[in-house]
Structure formats: structure tokens, C-alpha cells
């Protein structure tokens, strides 16, 4: 039920977040700052070991066996999606955070959103998760080189940032997805239980960092401009095009250019905010 209704809880535990104050004043905030600040990297960390305990025992030999196909893929969605980000803000006239964010949002991996959308889609499951599993691996080379194309002139995109940026990305994203899976390795007959598991908490815990991050910044989010949420779905809607664009290009079977259309313009939005305030702190216009 929480994974099928997923988009129906993430709207009510933002809300939650959003009100937490003046629904149960003086009662201790567990989105705010001080309590959020301390488990926020922690729920990235556990929602990655869950998607890497969940993933396929063959999966990482399923990416090796079709490289070409997975490699493109990724590559479409690194190349396409920072651009488009890039593209969408400067012609809605974004300046300095907001641009930032935004070409953060498109630099960012997928997550298991998209696979559970591949499913529902009819697409290929398999070729999403290697596409998952390949944009997440490659993550803390892909993201930092992104935002130094698209960043370098700004002061705060520099060498500390960057190498800061592909160490959390590789501390928090692709050692524990690597961890998750050898665990899965080592513990076969545990594999049903760590799906029905796995899924819960990793969809628990993307609700309560996305909600984190509303609740951290409640206090401004009124002050965002509307156009910044038109830009963002642009961007997506762009994003799903170039997927399947590229799809039909190579000629991909229409359950794979689904997977491909979903992986693309779908991004980790929970790994983004997180990324974002660990990086640039307290500006909710990037985050």
C-alpha cells in the first residue's frame, strides 16, 4: 500500500512537515533543523542499502551482459538531463541558487521510483534497475563533472565543493548500495524478505527526508517563485521525451524505451535536498 500510493503519502507527510508548528505547537519538531540535521544522511545511507539489498543477484551480471545498451542509456541520462536543467533556468531567468538547484536536480541519479514506475508501465524492470544500478555507481564521478561544466563560474563551485561532492556521494550512496548487495550475496535464501522489507523502508525513508527538507525550510518556501515549479516540470517533461527519443533512435524494444523514457526524466529528489544542504547549507532556493 505505501509503495502503490506513494505520491498520495508524500504529499500528506509534507504537509505534515509544512504545519508540524502550528498543528502541535511546542511539541518537539522532528523536521526542523536540530533533529533533522542529525538523521537526514543517516536515511540516505539506509535507503541505498535497502535498494542494493533488493537488487537481483544476476543484476550486476545483467548490466556486464548488455553494457552497451545500459551504458547509453546512462549516458543519455547525465548528458540530457544537467543541460536541460541548465537550459529551463536561464531562459526563466535563474540566477545564483536557483540555478544552482536546478542543474543539481538534473545531475542527480534516479532512484527506485522509476523501476516501481517501470513495473505499473509495463516496461522492462530488469533494463531500469541496470540503468539504477550503473547512474548510481557512476554518481560521484558523474554529478561533480556536471556541475563543474555547468557551475564553474560561480565562487562556491570549486575543488573543495567538488571533491566534497563524490565523497558523499560515494560514503553515502555507492557503498551502501554496494554493501546492501553483498549482503544479498551472502544471504540468498533471505532475498523475499529483504524485498518486502527493503521497499518498505526505502519508501519510509525517502518520505522523511523529502518532509525534512520541507520542514527544515518551512519558513520560506512561500518566498519561492511559482515559475521555479513550472521549470522543474519542464524539465522532466523534457527529460521523458529525450528518453524515449533516444530509445526509438537505437531501436530499443518499447518495453525497454519505457524503462528508458522513466529513468531519465525521473530524479532523486530526496538525494538532491540532501546533497544540497550538506553542501551549500542553510539556502532552501538550492535545496
Not at 533488493?54 to 545500459?70: N, S, T, Y
Request: aromatic content about 8%.
Amino acid at each position: 500500500m505505501l509503495e502503490r500510493f506513494l505520491l498520495l503519502w508524500l504529499v500528506l507527510s509534507s504537509a505534515l512537515a509544512f504545519a508540524w508548528t502550528r498543528l502541535l505547537p511546542g511539541v518537539p519538531d522532528p523536521f526542523g533543523k536540530a533533529i533533522s540535521g542529525i538523521y537526514l544522511p543517516w536515511l540516505i545511507v539506509v535507503t541505498m542499502f535497502a535498494i542494493g539489498w533488493m537488487l537481483p543477484r544476476d543484476e550486476i551480471r545483467q548490466v556486464a551482459k548488455r553494457w552497451p545498451m545500459v551504458l547509453c542509456g546512462t549516458a543519455v541520462q547525465y548528458l540530457t538531463m544537467p543541460t536541460l536543467a541548465y537550459i529551463v533556468a536561464r531562459l526563466c531567468g535563474f540566477q545564483g541558487d536557483l540555478l544552482i538547484g536546478m542543474v543539481m536536480v538534473g545531475a542527480v541519479p534516479g532512484a527506485m521510483a522509476s523501476n516501481v514506475l517501470t513495473l505499473l508501465a509495463r516496461g522492462n524492470a530488469s533494463f531500469s534497475v541496470s540503468l539504477t544500478t550503473l547512474a548510481t555507481l557512476l554518481s560521484p564521478l558523474a554529478v561533480p563533472l556536471a556541475m563543474q561544466v555547468f557551475l564553474h563560474a560561480r565562487p562556491e563551485i570549486n575543488g573543495q565543493m567538488l571533491w566534497n561532492t563524490c565523497r558523499d556521494l560515494l560514503t553515502q550512496v555507492v557503498l551502501p548500495v554496494l554493501a546492501g548487495y553483498s549482503i544479498g550475496q551472502q544471504f540468498p535464501r533471505w532475498e523475499a524478505t529483504a524485498r518486502r522489507v527493503g521497499s518498505t523502508v526505502a519508501n519510509l525513508a525517502i518520505l522523511l527526508i523529502i518532509a525534512a527538507v520541507v520542514g527544515r525550510n518551512r519558513d520560506r518556501i512561500d518566498t519561492l517563485p511559482v515559475l521555479l515549479l513550472v521549470a522543474l516540470l519542464v524539465v522532466n517533461l523534457l527529460g521523458y521525451t529525450a528518453g524515449w527519443l533516444v530509445g526509438s533512435a537505437i531501436r530499443l524494444p518499447v518495453s525497454m524505451r519505457r524503462a528508458l523514457t522513466l529513468e531519465v526524466g525521473m530524479q532523486n529528489a530526496g538525494l538532491g535536498a540532501v546533497l544540497a544542504t550538506q553542501l551549500f547549507g542553510e539556502r532552501p532556493e538550492i535545496a
